[in-house]
Each structure stands twice: as C-alpha cells, then as structure tokens.
C-alpha cells in the first residue's frame, strides 16, 4: 500500500507476508514523517505476536488507522 497523508503527515505502513504461516500478512511498523519529511515517529504493534491479515492491504489499513490514532492522540514527536 501507499504512504498516506494524514493531518499534514505522511504515515508508510510497513507490511510484509507472515514468515511462520504462509499466505498470511503481518505489519511490522507505520512509519510517520513530518511535512518536511523528518521521522518522527515509529510506530510498532505492542505484541510478540502481531495479528495476521488475509491480505496485504488489510494489513496496511489496520496499520495506517494505529498511526492515525497516535496523531489524534498527539503522541509523536
């Protein structure tokens, strides 16, 4: 999936098919840049066992609503 643009951020969901089962999709960590392109924030699923998605893009969309909600919530930077 493509960044994102979100209240002035751009948010990269970083998601990849799951290494332990196949054909299943997993995202590691949306990545959140400024509007000058500066990182600032990474964020991860809190779980050793992230949830698995039938495909890529529900992996993404779950991954880009989390980073939206760090926004909402002002915790980034």
């Not at 970083?14 to 299943?24: D, F, I, M, R, S």
């Not at 960590?29 to 893009?57: H, K, M, Q």
Request: hydrophobic share 45%; proline share 8%.
């Amino acid at each position: 999936m493509e960044p994102f643009i979100y209240k002035g951020y751009t948010i990269t969901p970083n998601v990849h098919l799951a290494e332990a089962v196949p054909g299943k999709w997993v995202f590691e960590a949306a990545t959140i840049t400024d509007s000058d392109g500066n990182e600032v924030y990474v964020a991860a699923p809190a779980s050793e066992r992230p949830p698995l998605f039938d495909t890529g893009d529900a992996a993404a969309r779950v991954c880009i609503s989390q980073a939206k909600a760090l926004i909402e919530a002002g915790d980034i930077g």
